[in-house]
């Protein structure tokens, strides 16, 4: 297929977005769930490096652009949908979360109460300054 | 923290939906990624296997509930945002995607084409008959 047509693989939301998944390609870990536009997913693979569409910002976010934690890209998977990406990475720093965490999916369901399952491996003031 | 409470760190969306990776609990694969409503995320819990809402079909999608497929539940867990869930899971028969693969996700971006890079396990027709 040419350029033109693996785009045509992918369905955007009403919104214009699309679920992104980024697992740490060494681990396996599930780091992750943002959400990119067409211009994300090409500044994604024009970098390399994870670039989201930030839904709380409005507006193209280098994951990383503050805190050096980006994501370099090894592999951009579409499901049998064509709706969900699954982007493999290596997550330098190994912090993904904004919590300082390692991934994001650090409260478990047990017995009625979310615990916490994850340790914080850097203060957040430590990485955001 | 009570039950009512743990329902409340939850963030549905504009829909009342919230998007749920599934992922194997052993091998760490990303199998999929649907959507739950309140009822499926309630069905899930008392059935401790993945009850999803088809968006498609505009209902309640016990996972399995045609192919035997199911997803033996695991760990539930909540990103740092609450507007993403992550579903450890036991997937039965080893086969997730309708297509009759392991897992959803099976063409990656290579040189802008997308390859096919897991193999058909059953026929699809084998499974929904």
């Known amino acids: 297929m040419t350029e ?3 785009r045509l693989a992918i369905k955007w939301n009403n919104d214009g977005l699309i679920p992104v ?3 740490d390609s060494d681990t396996g870990t599930v780091l992750m769930m943002a959400w990119m536009n067409e211009d994300a997913l090409s500044e994604t693979i024009a970098k390399q490096e994870a670039v ?3 839904r709380s910002r409005s507006r193209l976010w280098h ?3 503050t805190s050096g934690h980006v ?3 090894k592999d951009i998977l579409l499901d049998c949908d064509g709706d969900t990406l699954l982007l493999k990475v290596e997550q330098i720093g190994g912090i993904a ?8 999916f650090f409260r478990s369901l047990d017995a009625q109460e979310w615990k916490i399952n994850t340790p914080v491996k850097k203060d957040p003031k430590d990485i955001y300054g």
């Open 71 to 73: 994501q370099k890209v």
């Open 4 to 6: 033109q047509n693996w």
């Open 63 to 65: 994951k990383g652009e």
């Open 97 to 104: 979360c904004h919590t300082g965490r390692e991934n994001c």
């Open 52 to 54: 989201y569409w930030s």
């Open 21 to 23: 998944i980024a697992q």
